[in-house]
Nanobody, 117 residues
């Protein structure tokens, strides 16, 4: 059973930066496409970025040019560097596998990101 633990969130002013980390258990991490998702209050959980095992990436239009996803397969960890943060980036951020037709690992607790204006 894969377990996901997100960390690195916090309160930051608009224009600031945060780096999120997601530690995953399980030996299949290195071959799994991983993504970062976010869920704002009253809204659905959306994919914001994903990275395949070879390093190719995808970004939602709303974060393109500001966020960078990366992974360290040796550490079973995926990162999300968030720059030029905006108040609309405020949400709980989660990591999980992405692109598997809606099939996910058990969700972790997420990490709260709050951007003040």
């Amino acid at each position: 059973q894969v377990q996901l633990v997100e960390s690195g969130g916090g309160l930051v002013q608009a224009g600031g930066s945060l780096r999120l980390s997601c530690a995953a258990s399980g030996s299949i991490f290195s071959i799994t496409t991983m993504g970062w998702f976010r869920q704002a209050p009253g809204k659905q959980r959306d994919l914001v970025a994903s990275i395949i095992r070879t390093g190719n990436t995808y970004y939602a239009d709303s974060v393109k040019g500001r966020f960078t996803i990366s992974r360290d397969n040796a550490k079973n960890t995926v990162y999300l560097q968030m720059n030029s943060l905006k108040p609309e980036d405020t949400a709980v951020y989660y990591c999980n596998r992405a692109g598997y037709s809606g099939s996910y690992y058990p969700w972790g607790q997420g990490t709260q990101v709050t951007v003040s204006s």
